[in-house]
């Protein structure tokens, strides 16, 4: 099974309105984490946002927010206001193991922002 | 030099030849890592490095070997690769494996292309 299932592979979002781009993870550890990563054009990984297992609270960063559902093991990436320069692959990710060794990544979401 | 950085940016090489890609980081970070980024696939995690110390190998061939000589520095040594092994290839840092909320850090990536 997959750890990590993105199922929309391509979003399209009008300037300045708010999208959620879709995660599920799939873990028995009671500790993990779950990041949001970006990869423009360019190749580098950004780093966006970070929800630990044991946060009650959804994580925010700016314009970026996780909406974290442990139940339903989903943590959805919710960016609003969106701009032209948030076009880009978004990849979820986990990191689970005893150790913390273990990471996973989805096979990403291609975001387009349109004017 | 700030951040996460990879040498070559771009390798062509033939199914006989070695050669190594290299990885600095300018973090002051201790773990180091290598993925494999193929089109289509999730990022697979392949190589990590804690305190110059390899605590993770995932399944991947021996055509691939990594060396830390230090914190800083992490290569990939390449040889006799197959064309399927054509990826780009990420380094990543973060300040060790044992906070849950170290995110990494990545670096442009090296695009290998075997011949």
């Known amino acids: 099974a997959q750890k990590i299932t993105q199922t929309q592979p391509g979003m399209f979002v009008q300037e300045k309105e708010a999208v959620t781009l879709d995660c599920t993870y799939d873990?028995?550890?009671?500790?993990?984490?779950l990041f949001w990563y970006k990869q423009p054009s360019s190749g580098e990984m950004i780093f966006l946002i970070y929800q630990g297992s044991y946060d009650e609270q959804n994580a925010t960063e700016g314009r970026y927010s996780l909406n974290f559902q442990k139940a339903r093991k989903s943590a959805n990436l919710v960016i609003s206001a969106s701009q032209l320069g948030d076009s880009a692959m978004y990849f979820c990710?986990?990191?689970?193991?005893?150790?913390?060794?273990?990471?996973?990544f989805g096979t990403g979401t291609s975001l387009t922002v349109i004017p | 030099e700030t951040g996460v950085t990879q040498t070559p940016r771009h390798l062509v090489m033939g199914m006989t030849n070695k050669k190594s890609l290299k990885c600095e980081q300018h973090?002051?970070?201790?773990?180091m890592y290598w993925y494999k980024q193929s089109a289509k696939k999730p990022l697979e995690l392949m190589f990590v490095y804690n305190f110059k110390e390899q605590t993770e190998n995932n399944s991947v061939p021996s055509r691939f070997s990594p060396e830390c000589p230090n914190s800083s520095h992490l290569f990939l040594h390449l040889h006799t690769l197959q064309p399927e092994d054509s990826a780009l290839y990420l380094c990543?840092?973060?300040?060790?494996?044992?906070?849950?909320?170290?995110?990494?850090?990545f670096g442009p990536g090296t695009r290998l292309t075997v011949l």
């Open positions: 973090l002051g970070h201790n773990a």
């Open positions: 990543a840092s973060s300040q060790d494996l044992a906070s849950r909320n170290n995110e990494q850090f």
């Open positions: 873990t028995s550890d009671q500790s993990y984490g």
């Open positions: 990710a986990m990191r689970e193991g005893p150790i913390g060794n273990q990471f996973y």
